[in-house]
């Protein structure tokens, strides 16, 4: 299994699904090669609105760190690391959104697509509609890069990854109870691909309540 190069700053993001899924509304072997931080190649990074963009942004985000079984060309490597980095933004993004109780939506239609956007679009508006907000932070770790295709007009890259759940809770006025700690620690796939000139997650699904060792 390869690894992949968790590169420059973040090395742990936030998911969507789990959110929703927290929120209960519809809707992260051997022979391995080190990848460790570098700079992405520009090509592979989402496209980022320069008319939002602060000064102090990183012009080079993150690649965070990943493993595979499959045997990547220099092209596919190309496309799954600004897959993942586009993962880290929509999972930043969506943290953002849930810790400002659904409100911060804007620019949503840049990180997520498809199935993805719609999940991240109802859970905000359930998030309003009930005063929820996120306390903590929803993250993900032990990316592996499951399949990716880039013959197909569309091109896709699937990973899985672990969540664990007590990183975060939600809050709202009916439950003044303080959160029960939850020590799951779940795994899902998601879909990220180019749409529009950008890598975008586009669905997220459950695999199982505890990640595989």
Not at 126 to 134: H, I, K, P, Q, Y
Request: net charge negative; aromatic share 6%.
């Amino acid at each position: 299994m390869k690894t992949g190069l968790g590169r420059r700053v973040r090395v742990r993001a936030a998911t969507a699904l789990t959110l929703t899924a927290g929120l209960s509304v519809p809707l992260l072997l051997s022979g391995c090669e080190d990848h460790s931080p570098v700079a992405a190649p520009t090509s592979t990074l989402p496209a980022k609105d320069s008319s939002t963009a602060s000064p102090a942004a990183d012009p080079q985000p993150t690649i965070p760190a990943y493993e595979t079984d499959l045997d990547l060309s220099s092209e596919e490597t190309e496309a799954v690391e600004g897959a993942l980095v586009a993962l880290d933004d929509f999972v930043a993004f969506t943290n953002a959104l849930y810790e400002s109780g659904g409100k911060s939506l804007k620019g949503v239609e840049k990180i997520a697509t498809d199935e993805s956007l719609d999940e991240v679009e109802k859970a905000a508006e359930t998030m309003v509609d009930e005063s929820t907000t996120m306390v903590g932070e929803v993250t993900i770790e032990r990316i592996t890069v499951s399949s990716i295709d880039i013959e197909q007009t569309v091109h896709q890259v699937s990973v899985q990854a672990c969540s664990p759940s007590e990183t975060y809770h939600f809050e709202n006025p009916d439950n003044s109870a303080p959160a029960e700690s939850d020590t799951s620690n779940p795994e899902f796939e998601f879909t990220i691909r180019f749409k529009e000139d950008s890598w975008k997650v586009a669905k997220q699904t459950w695999i199982r309540e505890q990640c595989a060792s």
